[in-house]
């Protein structure tokens, strides 16, 4: 019989601009953020699914978190309504200008003082910045086994798990004793809706609210001053010239496709 | 329009949108066409609770009513109305149990009802007893502690799908209509079985099936109420679901003005949409307005029933007959703006259409609902 035993499962979740209503402004190569939608970064919404599953499974309990601005709550709210049970946001003017470092700082800060857990489930990046390096900082800051790009938990035990991790031509097998940190692909589930009770008690949660005080963060590796990434210059790449149609005769396009591919060295 | 639901409903509406959005709208051609029973759907719509928003909440439910029922209903029906039936469906071999069962059949049948684990079916038609329900045949004879049915119910929605059937039949033919009674037959009872699948002109991915009882002993225990109440179970019944039936309506009619107007948009004819044409706009405006009226008077129905009015035959009829028929009216009007488009079946209004037929046929034709209106005034107007 297998051993039934209680997880405490955490998902590290960003709120994001939906991403099918971005625009770049053209002259400060930024992102146009006004009257955009936030929504739950699509990626993180298989890691919400893969740890509601994993409770559903085995028992235990889902700790939402994130770090951001307080509408941040608002994702929190919604990761509350399909299926996880508690939900903490990490908000102070401190952290402003977070790197990917200081990022995984503040919340491994943040998981620690949510005490012991068995799992850390992250999406495998965000969908506005596209590091995916945030869920590989927490498990360095926190000093804990790391596996990326998991499409399956084969076995999961209080000790140890095994897992499948994507790799471009195929995937491998992973084994890492617990606790330890996955971040998941698409590949994993399917992310369920939401629930009438679900969202019923996403109304009435009450989350969480930590400052870097609460974290008991060190200052001086929060926010800009905790970032040692520079970012150079963000531009737009030129959108892509239109092909060339050939017309005419099939013998005659034929040659002169071959000489056309011929000259561009291929 | 705002009909000032609850915040609960709103979550509903919400939430039964986006079923029907990203779920329902990309395989309502699929069961349309293939006439299979949305089961990966129901799935979804069980673990989202839906099942459970018109049964109390010591059954498990989340507490509300046919208004509730109603906002689900329409919403599940602008993605495609058949889907829709196995949900509402439900709900009509539900309302018997909600209206007339007894506490112990309450508690054994509803939280898995309101859970999504098991669907429900009405029984009430025969072959020879559609709008005149007093011709039907299928007998219940007591014996010991059970009763002994047979008999076949014909065009049963959910058949053969669904776990609990509330099933109407005659204990004393010799009392006419007041012979009758209703039972709670569970699938799997021996004696029970089910006719093949009906094919369907619309409503596709809904099962419609005979169930045919053959010697089948139910326990007495299943009586709903006592007998001889069978007809008035079955008649108020449909009263509280034919706001459900006007739903349905209402949301297959918006779905189709939804596909109407964005489609004027786009087509060009004569080098401009053909929305700018004013033969389409006053089209449109008809559409819009018939929609509006219709879901006003489903609403004001819906809640009336909720509010435990005595009687609610007139208003629940007056919603199904104008719903109903503004569905037909918006479907056909869908197709014609959608010109030679709309009758390919790559499109999707003209299945809109057919879906919309059935609402002005089944829990009674828009003529015996005008029956019902007319008797109901008539009696209203002798009080006086």
């Not at chain 2, 669904?162 to 004393?172: F, K, P, Q, R």
Request: proline share 4%; net charge neutral; aromatic share 6%.
């Amino acid at each position: 019989m297998r051993q039934k035993f209680i997880m405490n499962i955490i998902v590290c979740i960003k709120q994001v601009p939906n991403t099918t209503d971005v625009r770049i402004d053209p002259l400060t190569n930024t992102l146009i953020r006004e009257g955009v939608e936030s929504v739950i970064n699509p990626f993180d919404a298989y890691a919400i699914e893969e740890a509601v599953r994993l409770k559903e499974r085995l028992g235990g309990k889902v700790t939402a978190l994130t770090m951001g601005p307080p509408q941040a709550e608002n994702a929190l709210k919604e990761a509350i309504s399909l299926g996880c049970d508690e939900a903490v946001l990490v908000s102070d003017r401190k952290f402003a200008g977070s790197d990917t470092w200081a990022t995984s700082y503040t919340l491994s800060a943040a998981i620690k003082k949510l005490g012991a857990f068995d799992v850390i489930i992250c999406g495998k990046q965000a969908s506005d910045g596209d590091t995916a390096q945030v869920g590989p900082g927490i498990s360095a800051h926190l000093n804990i086994p790391q596996v990326t790009y998991v499409k399956k938990i084969e076995q999961i035990s209080a000790a140890s798990a095994k897992v499948e991790r994507m790799t471009e031509e195929g995937y491998d097998i992973v084994e890492t004793p617990l606790p330890c940190l996955f971040t998941v692909v698409k590949e994993i589930n399917t992310p369920r809706l939401p629930s009438m009770r679900g969202m019923m008690k996403a109304k009435s949660v009450k989350v969480t609210k930590w400052t870097a005080d609460d974290i008991e963060a060190d200052p001086r590796l929060l926010g800009l001053d905790g970032s040692p990434t520079r970012v150079v210059k963000i531009f737009t790449p030129a959108p892509r010239k239109g092909g060339e149609i050939l017309n005419g005769d099939t013998a005659d396009i034929a040659r002169e496709l071959a000489e056309l591919l011929k000259d561009a060295v291929i | 329009m705002d009909y000032f639901l609850t915040e609960q409903q709103c979550m509903m509406r919400e939430l039964a949108k986006k079923i029907a959005d990203e779920k329902i709208k990309p395989v309502a051609a699929h069961y349309d066409e293939t006439e299979e029973f949305a089961w990966p759907i129901m799935k979804i719509l069980a673990d989202s609770d839906l099942f459970g928003v018109y049964i109390p909440e010591q059954y498990g439910g989340l507490g509300g009513g046919i208004t509730d029922m109603c906002v689900v209903t329409e919403e599940l029906s602008r993605a495609c109305g058949g889907i829709a039936l196995g949900y509402a469906g439900t709900g009509l071999g539900t309302i018997p149990i909600l209206l007339y069962g007894s506490e112990e059949q309450k508690k054994k049948f509803l939280p898995d009802i309101a859970r999504g684990k098991r669907l429900a079916a009405f029984c009430l038609t025969e072959a020879e007893a559609g709008s005149d329900a007093g011709s039907m045949k299928t007998t219940a004879k007591k014996d010991g502690d059970h009763y002994i049915l047979n008999g076949t119910k014909q065009w049963i929605t959910n058949a053969g799908e669904a776990e609990v059937y509330t099933v109407i039949a005659i204990t004393d033919k010799a009392k006419g209509t007041r012979g009758a009674s209703a039972f709670i037959v569970e699938k799997g009872t021996k004696g029970m079985d089910f006719g093949k699948k009906e094919k369907k002109m619309g409503i596709r991915a809904s099962a419609t099936r005979e169930v045919i009882f053959t010697d089948c002993r139910v326990p007495a225990s299943n009586l709903i109420s006592k007998e001889g109440m069978g007809f008035i179970v079955a008649l108020k019944t449909l009263d509280n679901s034919r706001p459900g039936v006007a739903a349905q309506a209402v949301g297959i009619a918006q779905g189709a003005l939804d596909h109407a107007v964005e489609y004027s948009r786009t087509r060009v004819q004569f080098g401009q949409p053909i929305s700018g044409f004013q033969a389409i706009q006053h089209m449109l405006a008809d559409m819009g307005t018939q929609v509006e009226a219709a879901r006003a008077l489903v609403y004001a129905t819906a809640r009336l029933v909720d509010s435990g009015a005595k009687s609610v035959s007139k208003e629940s009829a007056m919603a199904k007959l104008f719903a109903s028929e503004t569905a037909m009216k918006v479907t056909t009007d869908a197709v014609q703006i959608f010109g030679g488009y709309g009758y390919m079946r790559d499109y999707p209004v003209e299945k809109l259409m057919r879906d919309a037929k059935i609402t002005q046929i089944y829990e009674g034709t828009s003529q015996v609902q005008r029956n019902v209106i007319a008797s109901n005034m008539i009696k209203e107007s002798l009080k006086k």
